[in-house]
């Protein structure tokens, strides 16, 4: 696996260290924690991004940095299924390991809503740590951005003639923002998906003026798709 993305220049992405029983398997039957294991076999570089990592030590920590790989932390779907564990953000901070935000999918968080995940993940390393400084507002959003972007080999977003970023339009009127005297503070902990207004993907328009082409015909056969699941 790690050959192959390094050949074909992909990227690696796994659920990795999510749950105690998880790396209790994987020392059991390997006698290696799971990423010790991916590294014996040569999957970890910098091309694997690993999600969830709440139950790492401080060991695992190093290969991964040894390694420059990265991680996906998902707070709310962590909470829901209750993993027992939040990520050690303070081993993140202290490796220099590189980590951003994800949702997870419907069946484990129900809202896939990265702005309120930004808010759950700054609340969260609050209270596990006991330190009500830690992952300020600024911070938060550039993790979920700047941060996402590197992670992701999304190259330089700029915004200019010939390029094709990707564009969040956000609101600044809704009621949310009033007064507005901090807005990272406004998005982080005040907002959240209903705030943005227009969707630009690689220079085009996904939504406008909240507006999705084909919106609705995209809710009715989702209607139908969840009908035909549960009869069956």
């Not at 564990?85 to 809503?113: M, Q, W």
């Not at 808010?119 to 009500?132: D, E, G, Q, R, V």
Request: glycine residues 6%; charged residues 25%; proline residues 4%.
């Amino acid at each position: 696996m790690g050959e192959f993305s390094e050949k074909n220049n992909i990227l690696i992405h796994m659920h990795l260290s999510e749950t105690q029983d998880e790396v209790r398997f994987s020392r059991e039957r390997y006698g290696l924690s799971p990423v010790e294991f991916l590294d014996s076999i040569g999957v970890l570089s910098d091309r694997f991004i690993g999600c969830h990592g709440c139950w790492l030590d401080e060991r695992d920590c190093i290969i991964l940095k040894e390694n420059k790989s990265k991680l996906v932390h998902i707070p709310v779907s962590n909470m829901k299924l209750c993993v027992g564990r939040v990520v050690p953000h303070f081993l993140f901070k202290e490796k220099d390991i590189p980590y951003c935000f994800g949702t997870d999918g419907c069946a484990s968080n129900n809202h896939l809503d990265l702005i309120e995940t930004m808010k759950f993940a700054s609340l969260l390393a609050k209270f596990f740590t006991h330190n009500p400084t830690i992952l300020p507002a600024k911070e938060t959003f550039e993790i979920a951005t700047k941060v996402a972007a590197r992670i992701f080999f999304l190259g330089n977003w700029e915004i200019k003639i010939g390029s094709s970023p990707d564009i969040v339009l956000i609101d600044a009127e809704r009621p949310e923002f009033v007064p507005n005297f901090d807005l990272y503070s406004d998005i982080v902990y005040a907002s959240n998906g209903y705030i943005v207004d227009t969707v630009i993907c690689m220079g085009r328009v996904l939504m406008e003026n909240r507006y999705v082409p084909g919106e609705e015909e995209i809710l009715k056969e989702a209607k139908k798709i969840a009908r035909q699941l549960i009869e069956r």
